[in-house]
């Protein structure tokens, strides 16, 4: 998948502004497609799909904020936790040292960077070098992850988070992988491929946005908006307002693929927000671009009470968004279930794929501080039907840990689908469900992976896990902080 968005689906100053400064989350984005749209991980190329989990506020050697990963391996029934890797800077064969508030795994990213036909992991660390950041590519091989290398930051001495966020795409068209990074500033760059483990790679293009990011770069994902076979990078971001305003206003900008590279000097205007995913929601070939913002009124002068996303097509021209998007959609609009409400935070993350296999991709939405009964923030998630007219407004189904056969129960804080992921880990070409609780057992962190069926997802045979299933010590890390697949 080309995700890159909010790992904790909320970006740090988004969880700041929700939670009172509790946590601090950054994020990745979420795509669904089918090459060249979106890249599906598969580490061992054995054709179950994989996923990589991070924990990127976990202590590693009594470093604490260090960070590790870990992947975890597919099967005919569903993500096997028995088969999984697990890495940190103190791995061997990968570079750097476990370092404190260096948040290794706070980004993820995944594509076939070095064309041998196994996936590889991309893992930001932004925290390195005293905010500098890095960003490490761990290879795929038979055996799974293993080893790794460094990507070199273009801007080395600058304080800028490298590695804030990540996205994966083949922008210009050359069936090389390429590399997109944003940073804490009003800047991302693409690193182009093809790379290799001594650390060269085809060079960089800087993306700058329209406006100047206030507080850098929130959200960035790839995928084909317009069936070029290129693919788009797509950003968001904030903007300060005048003097005598308090707030920002959310921006965001699409830019298309091209055989140089994507286009900066023509960026698409977006709506802002705080998490992306991008996929083929009708079916036409073109990927939608699905855009989450947490933020409401008072905070962001795009925001809205309880949260929002809105939906844009995707077209021969590229991303259609002006004054009448694919759809908006709250907790109060038709075929959405829910009450709007403060705080709510619908939109937190977002996925896309096609749980059902009937050629329309359906919308997960995590709504990460909703309340159940009297737990507070403990969250779920809303998945949305795909069709041929695009956002189904019948058939949506929430799933949250009271519903019956998700493992555990829903409790104050856990923040249920602080991530959410649709790829497909059994290889029967229907998406499964992977959602993260951030915040579970108190900052622990935990897993819920639910299978996809003909007729939709499922919670037979659901699992649920986190460090403890690993073996791994299970203190305060935010397992689960950041996903892709």
Known sequence: MIRHH??????????????????????STASAAASPRAYKADFNRDGYGDVAFAAPYAKVAG????????VVYGSASGLNTAKRTVVSQNTAGVPGTAEAEDTFGQALAVADLNGDGYTDLAVGAPGEDNGAGSVTVLWGSASGVKNGTTVKDPTPTRA?????????????????????????ASYAYIVKGGFTKSGTTGGTQKVTTPEKAEFGIDAIAAGDTNGDKKADLVLTYRTALDSHESGSWSKGAAFLGASTGVVVTQPRPLNGGTSLALGDIDGDGYDEIAIGNVFEQETDHTGTLGGQVVVIRGSAGGPINGDAPMARLTQSSTGVPGTDKAGDAFGGDLSIGDVNGDGFGELAIGVTFKDIGAAEDTGLVVLMNGSASGVSRTGARTFSQNTPGVPGTAESMDYFSSDVLLTDVTKDGRADLTITAGFEDEGVGAVTALRGSASGITTTGA????????????????????LTG
């Open 63 to 70: 470093k604490g904020m260090a960070g590790y990963v870990a």
């Open 160 to 184: 800028d988070g490298w590695g804030t966020v990540l996205a994966a795409g083949d922008f210009n068209g050359d069936k090389k992988a390429d590399l997109a990074s944003g940073t804490s």
């Open 463 to 482: 699992k649920s896990f986190g460090p403890g299933t690993f073996g791994l010590s299970r203190t305060y890390g935010a397992f689960g902080a950041a």
């Open 6 to 27: 909010r790992r904790l689906a909320l970006a740090t100053v988004t969880a700041a502004a929700l939670t009172g400064g509790l946590l601090t989350f950054s994020a």
